[in-house]
């Protein structure tokens, strides 16, 4: 199964990529962020989001494709991810979901026209679960 869900989000990332960038793929992703949890623009440099949008991007890309790519390291994998930010004092499971849930919309948004139903179901499998082991990692870890 992962075997397959790991094809067809590279692919989707590759062509979404190829079309668009990830310059202009990431412009939404703090937009979501603040518009859904304003008090998380204290954390970061405004000034500066333009440029960490499309790392924090890749980085959420990066993160999702090697919990797919190895599992048996994805719990540990998203607990270092929690325990890294307990510094910026994150508590809250919903800023980390809100990220996660946000890559694959932005991803269809390039991608409309050929983003199938299974492509949807994979990513939507694929957050899901990613979203199951913030939660347990913050929870475990107390954060
Ligand atoms: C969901 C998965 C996330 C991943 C994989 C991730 C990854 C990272 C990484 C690797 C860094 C280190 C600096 C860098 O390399 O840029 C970082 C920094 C940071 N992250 Fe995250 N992050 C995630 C979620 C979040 C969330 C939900 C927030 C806040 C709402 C957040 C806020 C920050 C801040 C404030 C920094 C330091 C400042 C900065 O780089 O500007 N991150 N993140």
């Given at each position: 199964m992962l075997e397959r869900h790991l094809q067809v989000i590279e692919s989707s990332i590759k062509s979404a990529i190829e079309k668009d960038g990830i310059e202009k793929l990431s412009s939404r992703l703090f937009d979501r962020l603040f518009d859904y949890y304003?008090?998380?623009?204290?954390?970061?440099?405004?000034?500066s989001i333009p440029v960490l949008a499309p790392r924090k991007f890749q980085l959420l890309l990066d993160l999702i494709v090697d919990t797919l790519k190895h599992p048996g390291y994805a719990e540990s994998a998203v607990a270092d991810e929690a325990i890294r930010h307990s510094i910026y004092d994150?508590?809250?499971?919903e800023y980390y979901f809100i990220l996660m849930e946000t890559v694959p919309l932005c991803l269809k948004h390039s991608l409309k026209e050929v983003w199938t139903a299974e492509t949807e179901e994979c990513w939507n499998d694929t957050v899901s679960g990613l979203k199951g082991l913030f939660h347990k990692a913050i929870l475990e870890h107390e954060l």
């Open positions: 304003p008090e998380t623009k204290s954390l970061f440099d405004i000034s994150l508590k809250h499971k």
